[in-house]
């Protein structure tokens, strides 16, 4: 592992594959609040995590991994269940970052919370 900086923020980064692995206080620092699990938009979401096969690089046994998904994109994160960090292959922030800003644009769409049927009523009136 390596460090790279981004801002005052340190990043771990892997030297042969450029992953970032990044503790769960630094997470929101270098990368905003999408990169922040709580922050993920449940249309986001794919699926329910899964064991990944990654382990925390900080000693804490297997990450969870997530599917998280909007229109044509996708991204897979793995998180450490008990440091809540994360571990980013190279350019999946940069994914994660586009799918929850479209899924909260989604989400924000007249009728979002309703379902097909409450959109197409809400088109009608």
């Known amino acids: 592992m390596s460090y790279r900086q981004v801002g005052e923020a340190y990043i771990d980064q892997c030297y042969r594959c450029g992953g970032s692995f990044l503790d769960?206080?630094?997470v929101g620092?270098?990368?905003g609040e999408q990169a922040d699990p709580r922050n993920w938009p449940k249309e986001a979401l794919?699926?329910?995590?899964?064991?990944s096969q990654?382990?925390?690089?900080?000693?804490h046994g297997r990450m969870w991994s997530h599917l998280l998904k909007a229109d044509e994109k996708k991204v897979e994160i793995d998180s450490c269940a008990a440091c809540h960090s994360?571990?980013?292959d190279q350019n999946e922030s940069q994914s994660l970052a586009e799918i929850?800003?479209?899924?909260?644009v989604?989400?924000?769409?007249?009728?979002a919370g309703v379902g097909?049927?409450?959109?197409?009523?809400?088109y009608l009136l």
């Open 100 to 104: 929850v800003a479209e899924a909260k």
């Open 106 to 111: 989604m989400n924000a769409r007249p009728g």
């Open 46 to 51: 794919a699926c329910d995590p899964w064991p």
């Open 24 to 26: 769960f206080g630094k």
């Open 116 to 122: 097909k049927v409450g959109i197409v009523a809400v």
């Open 54 to 59: 990654l382990m925390c690089p900080a000693g």
């Open 29 to 31: 620092y270098a990368l």
């Open 86 to 88: 994360l571990w980013f």
